[in-house]
């Protein structure tokens, strides 16, 4: 399975992008999907997640501002960026968590968001 994902760019603070990740195998319909970013000199965390059956989890700072989604049949999943801020700026990963822990994972190449102040 890959997963590619798409949509980064700059932005002023206040603005907003859209991110998606693309997975090449219908498998993805049973994983948890999730979006992780990394900024500059920190460790990779968890921004959102969306279970098989769409219930959502945010990061607190993630939470009033950004929205995930998936299409399963498209074998989409989109992350819309509200507000963004300065701190917003970091690498935005996708990654496929198993419904089995056995089962492989998957990350994305990852996406680069930067928020201009």
């Known amino acids: 399975v890959q997963l590619q994902a798409s949509g980064g760019g700059s932005v002023q603070a206040g603005g907003s992008l859209r991110l998606s990740c693309a997975a090449s195998?219908?498998?993805?319909?049973?994983?948890?999907m999730e979006w992780y970013r990394q900024a500059p000199g920190k460790q990779r965390e968890l921004v959102a997640q969306?279970?098989?059956?769409?219930?959502?989890n945010y990061a607190d700072s993630a939470k009033g501002r950004f929205t995930i989604s998936r299409d399963n049949a498209k074998n989409t999943m989109h992350l819309q960026m509200n507000s963004l801020k300065p701190e917003d700026t970091a690498v935005y990963y996708c990654h496929a968590d198993p419904p089995i822990p056995t089962m492989s994972n998957y990350w994305g190449q990852g996406t680069l968001v930067t928020v201009s102040s």
């Open positions: 969306i279970s098989s059956g769409n219930s959502t």
């Open positions: 195998e219908s498998i993805f319909s049973f994983y948890v």
